[in-house]
């Protein structure tokens, strides 16, 4: 199977991480469409040994250009006004903006946790070729998280989740990469320091960061009304998000089962004798959990654990080639 495969925002991190994954996995194209904005077009980028000139945005004709997949990956309101103009023209747009997120008729989806969700989804409509549909893409942290709480949710029914996130600056981009690399000053600073928001905040208090991580785990989960507390913090680590996690179960559930329910799930590598850091994790598709312990504030029905993942691969560019691959799959494209 060949395919017509665009990537929106491609001279972006996440549209790098994208070509990245794409060419390491063989994804079955024929053709490729690089776009971005107009500071971005005329870029040359590499690709399976081939340089592909990145286009204008604003000047492409999604009607005369026939798609099959596109790769949205330059921001909500880049994803609010094409997203829909890709669609309509017969696409499938994989979009990894918040702008779709929670809509309650799109698609909201972590291949390993509800990927069957998509599938079941595209049989009842009745796809075949060229389904025209969104699916969003959830937040970095979100999908490292529910990798996790699925299975033991599944095992142990969780009834709340605090969660504090180490956060690198990849997931705001090149500019704070660079900031961070050059010891720069971007908003707060960054060099040899730590910062307690991400987003802009809410009326609750919470960042919009910290509500995403609610709101999506939510959906993704299936537990409307799942309890969690985040806290969202950006620190001068390059690349690889992390975060410390606190579950209360409504049943015991052991040091023990919890890890023997982690290991037969695909996608997650559980570390019993050391822990992972974000060094060690950089540039590889697993999530990575390690000092998973029994918590002391809730004992027995409580856990505590370590998780790590590559934010730019399985945090977006590999989440995202995952959905195109179901698709594909079923051949419902």
């Given at each position: 199977m060949s395919l017509r495969v665009a990537i929106v925002g491609a001279t972006g991190l996440v549209g790098k991480a994208l070509l990245t994954v794409l060419e390491q996995r063989n994804f079955p194209m024929d053709h490729l469409i690089l776009l971005a904005g107009d500071r971005s077009a005329g870029q040359v980028m590499s690709f399976n040994h081939n340089n592909y000139t990145v286009l204008p945005l604003a000047e492409f004709d999604w009607k005369k250009?026939?798609?099959?997949?596109?790769f949205f990956s330059a921001g909500n309101e880049v994803s609010m006004h094409y997203a829909p103009i890709a669609r309509d023209s017969g696409c499938i747009v994989?979009?990894?903006?918040?702008?779709?997120?929670?809509?309650?008729?799109?698609?909201?989806?972590?291949?390993?946790?509800?990927?069957?969700?998509?599938?079941?989804?595209?049989?009842?409509?009745?796809?075949?070729?060229?389904?025209?549909?969104?699916i969003a893409n959830p937040n970095c942290s979100t999908i490292q998280l529910a990798m996790v709480?699925?299975?033991?949710?599944?095992?142990?029914?969780?009834?709340?989740?605090?969660?504090?996130?180490?956060?690198?600056?990849?997931?705001?981009?090149?500019?704070?990469?660079?900031?961070?690399?050059?010891?720069?000053?971007?908003?707060a600073s960054i060099h040899h320091n730590v910062i307690p928001q991400i987003d802009v905040l809410q009326n609750n208090g919470y960042s919009r960061e910290e509500m995403k991580m609610l709101w999506e785990s939510r959906k993704i989960l299936n537990i409307p009304d799942l309890l969690l507390s985040a806290t969202a913090v950006r620190v001068p680590v390059i690349n690889a998000h992390s975060e410390s996690v606190v579950i209360e179960t409504?049943?015991?559930?052991?040091?023990?089962?919890?890890?023997?329910?982690?290991?037969?799930?695909?996608?997650?590598?559980?570390?019993?004798?050391h822990w992972v850091t974000p060094k060690e994790v950089s540039g590889k598709d697993d999530v990575f959990v390690s000092r998973v312990r029994q918590d002391l504030a809730f004992g027995e029905k409580g856990l505590s654990f370590w998780i790590v993942a590559d934010n730019l691969r399985k945090g977006a560019a590999l989440n995202a080639v995952q959905i195109a691959e179901i698709f594909i799959a079923k051949e419902f494209v």
């Amino acid at each position: 199977m060949s395919l017509r495969v665009a990537i929106v925002g491609a001279t972006g991190l996440v549209g790098k991480a994208l070509l990245t994954v794409l060419e390491q996995r063989n994804f079955p194209m024929d053709h490729l469409i690089l776009l971005a904005g107009d500071r971005s077009a005329g870029q040359v980028m590499s690709f399976n040994h081939n340089n592909y000139t990145v286009l204008p945005l604003a000047e492409f004709d999604w009607k005369k250009q026939v798609v099959d997949i596109a790769f949205f990956s330059a921001g909500n309101e880049v994803s609010m006004h094409y997203a829909p103009i890709a669609r309509d023209s017969g696409c499938i747009v994989i979009d990894n903006s918040s702008a779709f997120r929670y809509d309650d008729d799109i698609p909201l989806i972590v291949p390993e946790v509800n990927g069957d969700e998509l599938k079941s989804m595209s049989q009842r409509r009745g796809y075949r070729r060229s389904p025209s549909i969104i699916i969003a893409n959830p937040n970095c942290s979100t999908i490292q998280l529910a990798m996790v709480l699925a299975p033991i949710h599944a095992a142990a029914i969780i009834k709340r989740v605090f969660v504090s996130t180490y956060q690198a600056v990849s997931g705001a981009g090149q500019m704070l990469v660079d900031a961070l690399k050059n010891g720069e000053h971007y908003d707060a600073s960054i060099h040899h320091n730590v910062i307690p928001q991400i987003d802009v905040l809410q009326n609750n208090g919470y960042s919009r960061e910290e509500m995403k991580m609610l709101w999506e785990s939510r959906k993704i989960l299936n537990i409307p009304d799942l309890l969690l507390s985040a806290t969202a913090v950006r620190v001068p680590v390059i690349n690889a998000h992390s975060e410390s996690v606190v579950i209360e179960t409504e049943k015991p559930f052991s040091v023990t089962q919890a890890i023997q329910c982690l290991n037969n799930k695909p996608g997650l590598i559980v570390l019993e004798d050391h822990w992972v850091t974000p060094k060690e994790v950089s540039g590889k598709d697993d999530v990575f959990v390690s000092r998973v312990r029994q918590d002391l504030a809730f004992g027995e029905k409580g856990l505590s654990f370590w998780i790590v993942a590559d934010n730019l691969r399985k945090g977006a560019a590999l989440n995202a080639v995952q959905i195109a691959e179901i698709f594909i799959a079923k051949e419902f494209v």
